[in-house]
């Protein structure tokens, strides 16, 4: 058999079976091949039973003395069954498995039986319990030595399929797979062993080094193909015709001699980079990270006065309504004394900050907008630069449609949101990467404090005293997602309470149901200073700037992740003055409170999302979607990072080194990818 055999011709499947895998997408004997176990149980030998609770799942096995269906609050019902230890002594405590509401459970199991199960030791009352744990009921068949015995493979749960039959079929497909080699998409040198030696053993490891080898190989040429395909886009798009823009930089001069500060060293060094790309013909895919408030709209400024001094437009895109207004004005502030001449796009409004001389004469330098520079006809003449603030909030397929135009501009892609570094090199693989790792030296400090709902009382207190010394402050209320319904009236009521306990100070409410020009008049309102507080959603989130807002306070901070509380966080501490975050929570977990202690301990973006990745684990993996990239099947975002990164250097070297290695080659590769890692790729090329 051949490792792309189509499973259909093989006619010992069951039928309905097939159609169980199908609906996974798994078709050929390589889709199940890559259909990888989740985790693995010993079972050469199993433990003992706990005589005590843990924290940490164990494999058991015993046999089944007794089962009982029990009914509570009318319709609901408990399952339980009670297993002995095999070599049961005076002391040994029998562990009673429950099943809630699960019909089908108590079908498969009956008393007599032997019985591996999963799951976490419970003490209730006096007995051990497991609840919900998962199972496996042992047949005495000639297939035991597939299920025990050995490190044995759990599967991926899914419905029609148990773990028992998918591990026979997958046994037989193994011992029936030609002796052939499997060619591997690597470097020689870079994946230890061989291909189909690595997924007989995934499967069915004689050892746990043998599978952490076996792992390894597969994680690599996994992630291989990831960066081989990353590199590939990385070189199409470095390979079209571009053109050089940049000025003699004497506007950028004056820009900065008129700044009411200095650029951190970061920043210089930033400009500088970008100065570089500018200068070249290639065209320039950059990503600039930097925590919120790190600077990073004045090393835009710098880039686009560049461009417009050789004679290039810039469009600068941003997420919201608000932000576009707000860059509008930042942006009309530095550079309308300069000359240059700025408009604004956005759904809701088109307006020119100059007076054409003669209609239809000039054309603006910068045009700043939201989505509408996407969708509306605007026409840019001579694109020279594409500036896009807040990444995250666009796709790649958005972020092309701007940048995708012949001759191509320069792109700069702009984003506070921090992330791992393995996921940089992921998700924006094909970009190259700048970094603002330095705050401006005149920040006050932020201090952040997790607090108890109870304390509510003395919080405001606090609150008040900030607001008799003249600072500004930011509630939060617990509206986690704008697409939430928003009752109206709720909010309201809420801006009520907040009114009267902030008493005489002028309380404003902001939420994504308010019109934009409403929305624009409060948020000026708040940045002047005329309202004192403003009572929010999350529609503040991103990259609002008011420095005299020193204080803010999270209602609810559990709901929100840490990510979103640290965004959150970033709209306090832009002035010099001290500033105040509250985290108030009526959850007392303790993985609430593990949240909330990170944001207390560091204000540091990376090492929030480094501790957000270690709490929550990758499996989400942000923006892997909009990336357009496959998800992993195998690999580890965090625990295999150094593999990513040993994968990442062999794909970029072979485009790099070899200048022979245009489409042609690429092809080849790209059509080798989609072979060999199947259904993976497919829709990517
Ligand atoms: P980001 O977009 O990275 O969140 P901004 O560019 O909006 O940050 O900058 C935040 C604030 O800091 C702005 O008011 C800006 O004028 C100011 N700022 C930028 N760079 C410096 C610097 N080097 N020193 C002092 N203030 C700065
Ligand atoms: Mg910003």
């Not at 009670?82 to 009956?110: D, G």
């Not at 020689?188 to 599978?211: C, D, K, M, N, Y």
């Not at 040429?221 to 079209?240: D, G, H, K, T, V």
């Not at 005149?442 to 900030?466: M, P, Y």
Request: hydrophobic fraction near 40%; charge should be neutral; charged fraction near 25%.
């Amino acid at each position: 058999m051949e490792i792309l055999q189509s499973l259909e011709e093989l006619e010992w499947i069951p039928r309905p079976k097939l159609l169980a895998l199908r609906r996974l997408g798994i078709e050929t004997a390589e889709d199940l091949f890559t259909h990888y176990p989740r985790r693995y149980e010993d079972r050469h030998q199993f433990p003992e039973f706990p005589r005590e609770e843990s924290d940490k799942p164990i494999c058991l096995c015993g046999e089944v003395t007794k089962t009982q269906l029990r009914r509570f609050g009318g319709w609901k019902k408990i399952f339980e069954a009670t297993i002995q230890e095999p070599n049961a002594n005076a002391l040994s405590q029998p562990l009673v498995c429950r099943w809630f509401n699960l019909h089908y459970v108590q079908k498969m199991i009956a008393t007599g039986q032997q019985l591996v199960v999963f799951g976490k030791p419970r003490l209730r009352g006096k007995r051990i319990c497991m609840e919900h744990p998962e199972f496996e009921v042992i047949e005495n068949d000639e297939e035991m030595s597939i299920h025990f015995r050995r490190i044995t493979p759990v599967y991926p749960a899914t419905e029609g399929l148990s773990q028992r039959l998918l591990r026979s079929i997958i046994h037989r497909l193994l011992s029936e797979l030609s002796d052939e080699p499997l060619e591997t998409l690597a470097p020689a040198g870079l994946v230890p062993g061989e291909r189909r030696q690595a997924i007989r053993t995934i499967h069915f490891p004689e050892s746990w080094e043998a599978r952490d080898t076996a792992r390894e190989h597969l994680v690599l040429s996994e992630f291989f193909a990831m960066q081989l395909l990353i590199a590939s886009r990385r070189a199409e798009s470095s390979a079209r015709p571009g053109v050089a823009h940049c000025g003699r930089g004497e506007l950028l001069e004056k820009f900065l001699r008129a700044l009411p500060f200095e650029m951190t060293a970061a920043q210089t060094k930033v400009i500088a980079e970008i100065r570089r790309n500018l200068a070249e013909k290639q065209p320039m895919n950059r990503l600039l990270q930097g925590d919120v408030g790190s600077g990073k709209t004045v090393v835009a400024i710098a880039a686009i006065l560049l461009v417009v001094e050789a004679g290039f437009q810039a469009a600068f895109m941003a997420p919201t309504q608000i932000l576009a207004e707000q860059h509008y004005a930042v942006l009309r502030r530095w550079l309308e004394p300069l000359g240059v001449r700025l408009s604004i796009r956005t759904a809701a409004r088109q307006e020119e900050s100059f007076l054409p001389l003669v209609a239809g004469d000039e054309n603006p330098n910068v045009i700043i907008g939201t989505h509408a520079l996407l969708y509306d006809n605007v026409s840019f003449s001579n694109l020279g630069l594409v500036v896009i603030d807040e990444q995250h909030k666009f796709g790649v397929a958005q972020r092309a449609q701007l940048t995708g135009r012949e001759p191509a501009p320069d792109v700069l892609v702009m984003t506070a949101t921090p992330i791992p570094r393995t996921l940089t090199m992921t998700i924006y693989g094909d970009l190259d990467v700048s970094i603002i790792d330095e705050m401006p030296r005149n920040r006050g400090k932020i201090v952040t404090a997790a607090r108890d709902e109870s304390k509510l009382g003395e919080v405001l207190g606090f609150l008040r005293k900030q607001l008799e010394a003249g600072r500004q402050a930011y509630i939060i209320y617990p509206l986690i997602d704008e697409s939430e319904k928003l009752d109206v009236k709720a909010a309201a009521a809420e801006f009520e309470l907040w009114r009267e306990r902030l008493h005489p100070f002028r309380c404003e409410l902001l939420h994504g149901r308010i019109p934009a020009p409403e929305k624009q008049e409060i948020m000026e309102r708040f940045r002047r200073g005329e309202t004192k507080a403003l009572i929010s959603t999350t529609v503040i989130e991103v990259g609002v700037d008011v420095p005299n807002a020193a204080v803010m306070l999270i209602e609810n901070a559990e709901r929100f992740g840490l990510a979103q509380l640290h965004q959150l966080r970033g709209r306090i501490g832009r002035g010099e003055h001290k500033s105040y975050c509250i985290l108030l929570t009526v959850d007392q977990s303790a993985e609430t409170a593990a949240k909330l202690a990170v944001l207390e301990k560091t204000i540091n973006g990376f090492e929030v999302a480094e501790a957000d990745w270690n709490l929550r684990g990758p499996g989400d993996l942000l923006g892997t979607a909009q990336s357009g990239l496959p998800a992993l099947k195998i690999g580890n975002l965090i625990r295999d990072a150094h593999l990513m990164r040993q994968a990442r250097t062999a794909a970029m070297s072979i485009f790099d080194t070899d200048p022979c290695l245009e489409l042609p080659e690429n092809q080849r590769f790209r059509h080798l990818i989609v072979e060999q890692q199947g259904r993976i790729f497919s829709h990517v090329s």
